[in-house]
């Protein structure tokens, strides 16, 4: 008589036992970095909105971003390389991204890398950058605009009059 052996679990099952896959999706994706900000992840900048069992749904930081082809493919080669083969990726641009989806953490981690992170709850004065960004550099607020247009479209590129140093600001919106 034949005894008949189940499969091996594959590496990837193995890797999600006793652990929701939409957890382990999460701490996938949090190791994701964004293309344009690598210091920060697409968890970070809330650009992954929900994570399902069959899909994770994302919203680029704003309609016409250049680096959402490759977001989309980092986030298909970390899904697949962690046994997330089958999960969907959907884009949505409904309601749009807004910088409040930013974590704190990620709100930190663009400080700590030289870029002054939007206020939470940005008001329509601060859409358009009227309110004094606090430089990342030395933490002084007495800072201006120098250009609406920095490093990439959803930054601006400010200066400290306090340090002197030019820093970007992420654009609120």
Known sequence: ???????????????????????????TLANVPDPEIPAVSVID???????????????????????????EQSIRTALDANGFADVAIETTLSPPWSTDWISDEGR????????????????AASLKNQTAA?????????TEELSRFGSTPCKALWRCKA???????????
């Not at 900048?45 to 977001?71: Q, S, W």
């Not at 606090?134 to 007495?142: E, H, I, T, V």
């Not at 340090?163 to 919106?173: M, V």
Request: charged share 20%; with cysteine; hydrophobic share 35%.
């Open 163 to 173: 340090c002197a140093e030019p820093f970007d600001r992420f654009k609120c919106h």
């Open 134 to 142: 606090d430089c990342p550099r030395c933490g002084s607020s007495n």
């Open 1 to 27: 008589m034949a005894h008949h052996r189940p499969p091996a679990p594959s590496p990837a099952s193995t890797a999600h036992a006793g652990e929701a896959p939409a957890v382990h999706m999460r701490a």
């Open 108 to 123: 930190e981690k663009l400080r700590a890398y030289g870029i002054a992170p939007p206020p939470r709850g940005a008001a």
């Open 45 to 71: 900048l809330g650009i992954v909105r929900e994570i399902h069992a069959d899909r994770v749904v994302i919203t680029p930081t704003y309609t016409g971003c250049p680096a959402t082809i490759t977001i």
